[in-house]
């Protein structure tokens, strides 16, 4: 069956860099747009950025522009976020998904899903 698994997530401080990768199987993931999405202590499921099946073309929410940038290996069956400059409001479980309409922004044209890794930046 399709599984995504994400890794990476941890405790930094302020300031400091993370990168997460997402593990796919079960799907051939060059057929699929991918995303990262997070949510937020009391908040709902918010988009952090997309790529376009090849990895060519990207999208990043305002809030993590300049600082975060998504990629993508085909060959490897995984995606990552880089992530610097982390801020406290950063913290979220971040989770990744993957499309079928290249990049997107909205959660509900996202077919599958990982269960999450915990990102915390202390202040």
């Known amino acids: 069956q399709v599984q995504l698994v994400e890794s990476g997530g941890g405790l930094v401080q302020a300031g400091d860099s993370l990168r997460l990768s997402c593990a796919a199987s079960?799907?051939?993931?060059?057929?699929?747009?991918a995303g990262w999405f997070r949510q937020r202590p009391g908040k709902e499921r918010e988009f952090v950025a997309t790529?376009?099946?090849?990895?060519?073309?990207?999208y990043y929410a305002d809030s993590v522009k300049g600082r975060f940038t998504i990629s993508r290996d085909n060959a490897k069956n995984t995606m990552q976020l880089q992530m610097n400059s982390l801020k406290p409001e950063d913290t979220a479980v971040y989770y990744c998904?993957?499309?079928?309409?290249?990049?997107?922004?909205?959660?509900?044209?996202?077919?599958?899903w990982g269960q999450g890794t915990q990102v915390t930046v202390s202040s």
């Open positions: 998904a993957t499309n079928v309409v290249g990049t997107s922004t909205t959660p509900t044209t996202y077919n599958y």
């Open positions: 079960g799907l051939t993931f060059g057929n699929y747009g």
């Open positions: 790529i376009s099946r090849s990895g060519r073309s990207t």
